[in-house]
Nanobody, 117 residues
Framework: VQLQASGGGLVQAGDSLRLSCAAS????????MGWLRRGPGKERELVGN????????YYPEAVKGRFSISRDKAEKKVYLQIDRLKPEDTAVYYC???????????WGQGTLVTVSS
């Protein structure tokens, strides 16, 4: 599978943004599709994951309530909805795929989100 993330840009604090990840190739029903980010001077962190087949989601506590992942199986897309954006959400956001949460073996190229205060 190949992944391509898009939808980033410059937004203001409080805005909402939806990132998209287009996948090509075969995606196994058991695959985990994750969104991760790396902010300036920060470590890469997971912000959410969705199981491709079942649609079950996982979010770390830090983003629960503001981040939402969904997928469109027909379009082979995974979305990350971010609400009430904060300057600390500024980061390059990556989509990734793998056999399980955190075990990502395929990565998209990243899309930059910049949140101004």
């Amino acid at each position: 599978v190949q992944l391509q993330a898009s939808g980033g840009g410059l937004v203001q604090a409080g805005d909402s943004l939806r990132l998209s990840c287009a996948a090509s190739g075969r995606i196994f029903s058991s695959a985990s599709m994750g969104w991760l980010r790396r902010g300036p001077g920060k470590e890469r962190e997971l912000v959410g994951n969705i199981r491709w087949g079942a649609g079950t989601t996982y979010y770390p506590e830090a983003v629960k309530g503001r981040f939402s992942i969904s997928r469109d199986k027909a379009e082979k897309k995974v979305y990350l909805q971010i609400d009430r954006l904060k300057p600390e959400d500024t980061a390059v956001y990556y989509c990734a795929a793998g056999a399980s949460i955190g075990d990502y073996t395929t990565w998209g190229q990243g899309t930059l989100v910049t949140v101004s205060s």
